[in-house]
């Protein structure tokens, strides 16, 4: 986290929200003056990126001391009111039922081990009429499957070692990516179907299949030959409505 440039977190982030409102007919106006979670918040980056673009209150809590205090740090710096962060698990959220309007998720559920128990907090604490936006890595295909046989290669070389080689190699600030993708402990992939019939069964009164992303990363690609066969599931992406 602490190698993150600044125009990443502060500037990339809310041009990746507003890419993903308004590419998929929502517009800001769904998190402007209303109270937001942001479960599994990491180092902030997202949690500035909602107070910035007017929530009234945006809380980020993530089990990570280092992310929080990272994210306390450049909030502070920023001289932001209506943002603070918090430790916490998100699958025994500290919060009453129905505490917030929006409810922001993006890769995290499926690092817990608890999947089933992390989305019955997120619409716990969601209030009814609330909207919310989640994103979960999906399952199957080459992409998905040779991820889980690097993670077991990646076992056998240290991190510091595999991030000083990308240093080396140039990658950009978003390296972080691969070590989360190689080392983090616990890394579920989900079937469509599966969270689809989960989030029916929680009774959600909308659940919308984001289409567009703002940026050619993995989505299902069902328009492009073998996206099946390729990319599996692909992204699972939704906005959801309580």
């Not at 919310?132 to 076992?155: A, D, P, Q, T």
């Not at 029916?200 to 989505?219: C, F, L, M, W």
């Not at 066969?229 to 409505?241: A, H, K, N, Q, V």
Request: aromatic share 12%; with cysteine.
């Amino acid at each position: 986290w602490k190698k993150l440039n600044d125009d990443y977190v502060n500037n990339e982030s809310k041009n990746v929200l507003s890419n993903l409102f308004e590419k998929n007919n929502h517009n800001l106006s769904l998190i402007k003056g209303k109270t937001v979670l942001d479960m599994g918040c990491g180092s902030g980056r997202f949690t500035i990126a909602l107070a910035q673009l007017g929530a009234k209150m945006v809380t980020g809590i993530d089990l990570g001391k280092t992310g929080i205090t990272i994210g306390q740090k450049v909030s502070e710096n920023l001289k932001l009111k209506n943002i603070k962060f918090l430790e916490g698990n998100v699958t025994s959220l500290p919060f009453e039922n129905e505490s917030f309007d929006f409810v922001f998720s993006k890769g995290v559920l499926h690092h817990t081990g608890d999947l089933e128990k992390g989305l019955d907090e997120y619409y716990r604490v969601l209030k009814k009429d609330g909207k919310g936006f989640l994103y979960l890595y999906g399952s199957g295909g080459l992409f998905w499957n040779s991820r889980i046989r690097m993670r077991e290669v990646m076992k056998s070389i240290p991190m510091s070692y595999a991030i000083n080689v990308l240093n080396i190699l140039g990658m950009p600030s978003k390296r972080y990516v691969f070590a989360d993708s190689w080392y983090v402990p616990i890394e579920e992939h989900v079937e469509r179907q599966r969270l689809e019939d989960y989030l029916t069964s929680q009774n959600y009164s909308k659940i919308e299949e984001v289409q567009h992303t703002g940026s050619d990363n993995i989505n299902s690609m069902s328009n492009q030959p073998y996206s099946k066969e390729l990319w599996g599931d692909g992204e699972l992406r939704y906005f959801l409505t309580k």
